[in-house]
């Protein structure tokens, strides 16, 4: 910065004047200027545990540099250096509010000035405080959608629209196995309507005989209320059924609610072991009291969402309004890049936040009721090993790549040194659109006639959706088994053959195949050396390159360097075991991963808890190498080399 450009202005905390320093704009801000010529301290930053201040506005608010301050002959005793020790010491910043903005002045080391010096960094009022925690606690954000997403729902109202649609298209139908499904289809509404009206007349039901009463259950007191609420319903636990009433004093607001299996699973870990991984907000264009009580079924006890934020944290949406996480986080509360959202449709979120949507298929109960149960993994546990997945990449590359950098910027270094901060939709890949779905214009929603689900009536819906739910699995192997015992026949197929899994799954499955060899699978980013893909990824398996992919994202690169990767490991797995097929006798054994539902181990709780074993996953995934009895005979498997040629 050009020594004309330097101004001089007077710091003062509250009223306390630290002294005179001299500003550099930056190249993008060269006329910047402090009000009055005066940096009036607001505040300090909380200290941070781990992450320095330079880190965390990087993260948030990245490249925002306005400018780069210097003490004028400045004592070591002065109020200004005394400043500078403490935020430099305790990972803090001195802070001021300038309109919708605050401008934190970060203490930076110097290889040449003698004097404090600080960089002047701008970032959204109250985003630093917010997100300087959830990195500390090593905490992202999860956006739920509702209706399809996590529960179906029906009122007595949208039972009948839905039974009488149903009827005249069964009339109208002369295909005999489109009228069969149809049928059961039916059958299904009108046996679920029967139990609404049994709990709206009587307030019990009748369970294979067995009476089953309401249980009054007393809704937490929201911001704002006066009087405690007790709503009426009944809990059909091994079902995963709920009848409540919305408004208690109205029979008609009654509601019967199927919620998606393995939700319990997903919201164990998403608080597992006394840490919060997730901070959690729910994103839908449904009203507001019916919102509110869905949400106190998904969670009674008020462990993801605490009573008091609750207003805060479930966003209701206008019906026709895109959906955006910069809505979802109007108060501040934390940055887009750090959160990630599981919700059904794609379409409906704001183009800016796509990357970052995990789209899980359609919830419906009634249209494919086996789809839910008929994998291994259901999709809701897919949906965990997703955000596991997600936060490991992301707090792997802010601890490795991000923080290493940091560490070693001075006051002296450009702006343009600052390294790039993680992003989740770089870790979020999603299935690819169009992968398995077929147009069914027939298909009509599952859930209640809310301003939500009225426009899923002509969306795209998955024909068959048990065999879409199925592609999900974690299980999905790269051989196919044949009637004759062995999985392989290695002299037909080939590595380009192998039907390769849903991308949001492809690096757990390397972690995985490392794990079981006892090998470190990591990847690197490296210089990108095309002029049109920005970002180069190598996969490092033990110590070998086994694959590599460049992309225009650093997610595109990821997913490319994976498919290579598995592709070059099936090709050295069939090279070693051609010559072994007429000794193999049996068939593979076919690991369960039923123990776990397909659950992944946290890697970033193991970077925390265990930093020696960083890289290493133990995920129950389903066995990918066959009979694989030790793991020096994985490793020489997939390397393509036999036993007896190592040394």
Avoid at 227 to 234: K, L, S, Y
Avoid at 381 to 390: D, E, Q, T, W
Avoid at 540 to 560: C, N, P, V, Y
């Amino acid at each position: 910065m050009a020594r004309q450009e330097i101004k001089f202005v007077t710091v003062f905390h509250a009223d306390v004047c630290l002294g005179e320093v001299e500003v550099f704009p930056s190249v993008k801000s060269p006329n910047f200027q402090f009000p009055s010529n005066e940096i009036r301290i607001s505040d300090l930053s909380p200290p941070s545990e781990r992450c320095p201040p330079l880190s965390v506005l990087q993260t948030i608010s990245p490249f925002s540099v306005r400018c780069k301050i210097q003490a004028k002959s400045a004592t070591v005793d002065s109020p200004i250096s005394r400043l500078y020790l403490s935020c430099f010491q305790d990972y803090k910043t001195a802070f001021m509010i300038l309109g919708d903005e605050e401008l934190h002045l970060v203490a930076m080391p110097s290889k040449v000035e003698k004097s404090p010096c600080f960089w002047c960094c701008s970032v959204r009022a109250g985003l630093y405080n917010s997100c300087l925690g959830m990195l500390n606690l090593r905490c992202l954000a999860i956006v739920f959608d509702l209706d399809e997403t996590l529960i179906v729902a029906n009122t007595m109202k949208s039972f009948e629209d839905r039974i009488e649609a149903l009827s005249h298209r069964i009339d109208v139908e002369n295909d005999p196995f489109k009228v069969s499904g149809m049928s059961a289809e039916l059958k299904r509404y009108i046996e679920d309507k029967e139990i609404l009206r049994q709990y709206l007349e009587n307030d019990a039901i009748l369970d294979n005989g067995r009476l089953i009463s309401v249980q009054n259950e007393q809704i937490p007191l929201l911001p704002g209320s006066q009087e405690p609420i007790a709503r009426p319903v009944i809990r059909l636990h091994e079902k995963n059924i709920v009848l409540t009433r919305v408004n208690p004093e109205i029979r008609d607001t009654s509601v019967f609610v199927r919620l998606r299996p393995a939700w319990e699973d997903l919201r164990s870990y998403l608080t597992a072991k006394g840490r919060k991984r997730f901070e959690v907000y729910v994103c839908t264009m449904a009203e507001r009291d019916y919102a509110l009580e869905i949400w106190r079924l998904l969670d009674p006890e008020s462990h993801l969402i605490n009573s008091k934020e609750l207003l805060d944290r479930i966003i209701c949406v206008k019906s026709g309004s895109k959906k955006s996480l910069q809505h979802v986080f109007k108060d501040g509360n934390c940055h887009p890049k750090m959160a990630m959202v599981i919700d059904d449709r794609l379409q409906v979120w704001d183009e800016r936040d796509q990357p970052r949507v995990h789209v899980v298929p359609a919830f419906t109960p009634y249209y494919a009721p086996q789809a839910e149960v008929a994998n291994a993994v259901p999709v809701l546990c897919v949906a965990r090993n997703v955000a596991c997945n997600v936060r490991g990449g992301f707090f792997k590359e802010f601890d490795e790549i991000l923080l290493k950098r940091v560490f070693e910027l001075c006051y002296e270094n450009e702006i343009s040194d600052l390294p790039s901060a993680p992003d989740v939709g770089d870790y979020l890949m999603s299935e690819e659109s169009g992968t398995g779905v077929n147009i069914n214009k027939d298909l009509i929603f599952e859930g209640s006639n809310c301003s939500e689900t009225k426009q899923k009536i002509n969306r795209t819906a998955y024909l068959g959706a048990e065999q879409d739910i199925q592609r999900q699995a974690v299980t999905t192997r790269f051989m196919s088994s044949d009637d004759d015992g062995f999985g392989i026949r290695a002299s037909t197929i080939k590595a380009d053959s192998l039907p390769l899994l849903p991308s949001s799954l492809l690096i757990a499955v390397l972690q995985e195949i490392g794990r079981r060899c006892e090998s470190q699978v990591e990847f690197r980013n490296v210089a990108g050396t095309s002029k049109g893909l920005h970002f180069t990824v190598e996969v490092i398996f033990s110590t070998d390159k086994i694959g590599i992919g460049m992309g225009r994202t650093r997610k595109e690169a990821q997913l490319q360097a994976a498919e290579n990767a598995l592709r070059n490991l099936a090709s050295g797995y069939l090279s070693f075991i051609t010559p072994n097929v007429e000794i193999a006798g049996k068939a593979p054994d076919d690991t369960s991963i039923g123990d776990t539902n397909g659950f992944l181990e946290d890697f970033s709780d193991t970077i925390l808890e265990e930093p020696s074993k960083k890289y290493m996953t133990s995920s129950s995934l389903t066995e990918l190498l066959g009979q694989t009895d030790t793991p020096e005979r994985s490793s020489s498997a997939l390397s393509g080399r036999t036993l007896s040629s190592k040394k």
